[in-house]
Each structure stands twice: as C-alpha cells, then as structure tokens.
C-alpha cells in the first residue's frame, strides 16, 4: 500500500459484508466473469456523487455481459439506501458496518477510492478521488475483461472535470 492506496499489482484483502436489498457482497468474487470495479464512498461526499452517476451508466453498460460494480457504503443500509434512491442507482450496494472495518481494513485515507480488481483479487487499477481519464480507462478494461463494447460514460454537453480529489 502506498499513500493510502493499493497500487496495482497489489492484492485486495477479501471481505463479505451485507447487500443492500438483501444477502451479502463478497470481494474478491472468485467465480466474476471478468475484472469487477469496487467503489469505497461516503453519502456526504462531493466527490463521490459526481463520480456515481458515470459509475451506474458503466454497470448499465456491462451487467448483461457479467462486467461487475459495486459499490461499498460507509452511511449504513439506510443512508445507502437513501443515496441509491436519490441517485437511481441500481448496482450491488455493500454496506460497510459500524466503525468500517472494511474501509479500516483497506486503511481508506479518502473517498472515492476506486479499485479495479481481479477475481483472485490481485488489483489492475487503483484511483483516489475522480480521475476523467483515469475511470474511463478502467471502464473500457472492465468492458474488455468481459467482451462488452467500449462504454459510453460520459456525454456531450455535460460539464465534468478532469480530476477532483476526494
């Protein structure tokens, strides 16, 4: 770990926590089709609600070839509840519990923390807050890892910076 960031090549730790709408979320999944994107957030985060919406078009654009994102919520079921309504968000939702001990465990130093992952867990990419090159870049590897076309994130007109820490 690096800055507060597994770098790539690096191996995730593996967890299962709860799912919103039921059931449980394990990470690494080793029976994932391809590469699954994993985002650390927090409700309150600016950051992390410009981030979601590009994130739930990826899911929309990779679920029915097996592409995988998840999100994991440092705000409890509710508050993830909450924010998915709010959102329209429609991925798997894991919660992180009281205290995250997730997010502790990953020793998280901001949210977003983004990571790109392998189904034996080893990490291909890594992001710290909203990088617009950097997730389109995990976005189409994501897509190729399982034969999706090139997602479309982003649209003309829509004003997105480059990069906003988190």
Not at 1 to 19: K, N, Q, S, V
Not at 140 to 166: C, M, N, Q, R, W
Request: net charge negative; with cysteine; aromatic share 6%.
């Amino acid at each position: 770990m690096i800055d507060g960031i597994i770098a790539p090549g690096g191996e995730i730790a593996p967890f299962t926590l709860p799912c919103l709408g039921g059931g449980e979320g394990t990470l690494p999944d080793g029976s994932a089709k391809g590469l699954t994107l994993a985002i650390f957030y927090k409700n309150s985060c600016p950051t992390c609600r410009l981030a979601m919406p590009f994130l739930q078009r990826l899911h929309e654009q990779v679920t029915a070839a097996g592409g995988r994102v998840v999100a994991i919520s440092q705000d409890g079921m509710e508050g993830a509840a909450s924010f998915a309504g709010e959102l329209g968000l429609t991925m798997p939702i894991l919660v992180d519990g009281p205290d995250y001990p997730v997010s502790r465990l990953y020793e998280l130093l901001s949210v977003p923390t983004i990571y790109l992952v392998a189904a034996t867990g080893r990490v291909e990419r890594s992001s710290l807050g909203f990088s617009k090159t950097g997730l389109l870049a995990m976005a189409g590897d994501l897509a190729a890892s399982v034969g999706a076309p090139a997602p479309i994130l982003y649209h003309d007109g829509e004003t997105i910076p480059d990069f906003k820490p988190g």
